[in-house]
């Protein structure tokens, strides 16, 4: 039985980015009663500032899904683990690349978390289940959460699309997905061929175009707020990722704005908070 304490309003399913890109990677998804942080790439004190921000505090939160064990999506696992005792939750080989990464000066200990991916579990009033995403990292998965009647999921960091995520993407009602870079911009730009290579590689990230391609491919009228994460500095704009995104959507007849919402999320400064079960 519900609690009759909770207001209304604390079970209106929300979600706030508070950083998006290679600079760090965190996002916030629950109710104002409780949640979980998906990734942790900036510092715990940034992301407590945040939460403040919200009427929330560390107290409300589950634990930590991990992404994958690069830095900018796990710099502060290991706080958040040992000193706030959130439950760190990963792969036990995306935990066995938490512990080898030099980025994370305290190592996780009790606040390590297990699951095996593509099998579902659950943590609260949320049923989640993972994928497995093409990235150069020791493991990389993408979540799906259903929560209050809604499906949510994030795919970042993606070197190529695969069946699964498409499966998920086809039932997926929220979505945070990678727009990293525009081709010509990268192609064009600063960045020397080796690096040019490793994000253009199926093991790397995943451009507007591909991902513009994908969700258009995929689209279902139950699809109603698609976010758009990890955007390269160097290599996009904002507008552009918009735009390139709006267009594939709209060869097929759906129009941002109208029938779904479209958000580039920002890559250093936290997100309004979004409501999603409106």
Known sequence: MADSTIDVNEQKLILRSFGSGSSGNCYYFGTMERGV?????????????????????????????????????????????????????????????????????QKLRSGRRYFTKGEAWQLGDMTINTFGISHDSTECVGYVIDCLGQRFMIATDCGEPNEQLEEYLKTANHIIIEANHDEQLLLNGPYPTYLKQRILSPRGHQSNDTCGELLARNYHYGMRNIFLCHLSQENNDPKVAYDTISDHLMEIGVVPGRDLNLCVLERTTPSATFELNI
């Open 37 to 105: 942080l998906i990734d942790a790439g900036i510092s715990a004190r940034t992301i407590h500032k945040h939460l403040k921000e919200m009427g929330l505090d560390f107290k409300n939160i589950m634990g930590v899904l991990v992404t994958h064990d690069h830095a900018d999506h796990i710099r502060a696992v290991g706080t958040l683990g040992e000193r706030i005792h959130l439950p760190i939750y990963a792969t036990p080989l995306i935990h066995e690349g938490i512990d080898r990464n030099y980025g994370v000066t």
